[in-house]
């Protein structure tokens, strides 16, 4: 396995936080594997996601690395790195079209002309399963569903072809079938264009659908991680066992393949 990435005792403070919203978190990211990240709210998820992919904001104190071996210093964010965030509707630029939006990354970072990149962003829109991507094309974000929006945002996220690929909390605004059907659809194109999947959730379920590894958030500080088997099966971790049962009634189905854990 090749190392993407290695955290070294990442350490985030907003301004005027009392306490760190990331508290010394050491882990490594392999290449091509999906990496679940799981707590409550407030754990730091987010504050993690947001740091691996250089987005945080102005004025946040850092402490330790984040080293990327094969870039320097870092992945490029919309080039080398995908990014879909929780809300469509916020990541979305209300007065672009769905063509100018997806068409945008291409065309910045591929070298292709505008004509070029609506032809890729046509091609990406009926990756992502939309109906009658042409006349998409010329839609605006308003005209379309919740989850219409999101499989939008996901085109727009890997329109530059990037490798790795940062979901936070991507389903957690939409109904259940639809979450299913963009877990489905996140589960495709990460294997298909063999892309690195970080997964930021709160949902044990959905982690262990889709990753190879979860990661384990509590107080802005990694509690356990390892593969889901382990994680789901043999939880080390109050958070893990608290984060497990909140799955286990008698409607849930097992997590995992062979029974519940
Ligand atoms: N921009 C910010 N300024 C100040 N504090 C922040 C900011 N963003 C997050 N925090 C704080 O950092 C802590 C971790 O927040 P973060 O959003 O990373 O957690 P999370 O696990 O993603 O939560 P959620 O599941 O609710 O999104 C929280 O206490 C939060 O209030």
Same mark, same amino acid.
């Given at each position: 396995m090749t190392v993407l990435c290695d955290i070294r005792q990442l350490a985030i403070r907003y301004p005027h936080a009392k306490a760190p919203s990331l508290d010394h978190v050491s882990l490594t990211l392999q290449a091509g594997e999906r990496l679940a990240v799981i707590? *409550?709210?407030?754990?730091? +998820?987010?504050?993690?996601?947001?740091?691996?992919?250089?987005?945080?904001?102005?004025?946040?104190?850092?402490s330790g690395e984040i080293v990327w071996p094969s870039f320097a210093p870092a992945p490029l964010p919309g080039r080398d790195l995908g990014f879909v965030f929780q809300d469509p509707g916020a990541s979305?630029? $209300?007065?672009?079209?769905?063509?100018?939006?997806?068409? *945008?990354?291409? +065309?910045?970072?591929? %070298?292709?002309?505008?004509k070029q990149a609506f032809v890729r962003a046509a091609d990406l829109l009926e990756r992502v399963r939309l109906p009658e991507p042409e006349?998409?094309?010329?839609?605006? $974000?308003?005209?379309?569903?919740?989850?219409?929006?999101?499989?939008?945002?996901?085109?727009?996220a890997v329109a530059a072809r990037p490798s790795i690929l #940062?979901? =936070? *909390?991507?389903?957690?605004?939409? =109904?259940?079938?639809v979450q299913a059907e963009i877990v489905a659809l996140l589960d495709d194109l990460v294997r298909e264009e063999a892309m690195t999947l970080v997964f930021i959730t709160h949902d044990m379920a959905l982690a262990?659908?889709?990753? =190879?590894?979860?990661? #384990?958030?509590?107080?802005?500080?990694?509690? *356990?991680? %390892?593969?889901?088997?382990?994680? #789901?099966?043999? $939880?080390?971790?109050?958070?893990? +066992?608290?984060?497990?049962?909140a799955h286990i009634d008698l409607e849930t189905p097992s997590l995992v393949v062979g029974g519940r854990p």
């Open positions: 707590g *409550e709210s407030g754990s730091g +998820k987010s504050t993690f996601a947001r740091a691996l992919a250089g987005l945080l904001p102005p004025g946040v104190t850092v979305l630029n $209300p007065v672009l079209t769905i063509g100018e939006q997806v068409a *945008e990354g291409a +065309k910045r970072h591929l %070298g292709l002309n505008w006349r998409l094309l010329r839609a605006f $974000p308003h005209q379309l569903s919740g989850g219409q929006r999101q499989r939008v945002a996901i085109a727009a #940062v979901a =936070d *909390e991507v389903t957690s605004a939409l =109904d259940q079938a262990s659908t889709l990753a =190879d590894r979860i990661a #384990v958030f509590a107080a802005g500080r990694l509690q *356990e991680i %390892g593969p889901v088997r382990q994680v #789901v099966g043999h $939880p080390q971790s109050v958070a893990a +066992k608290t984060l497990l049962e």
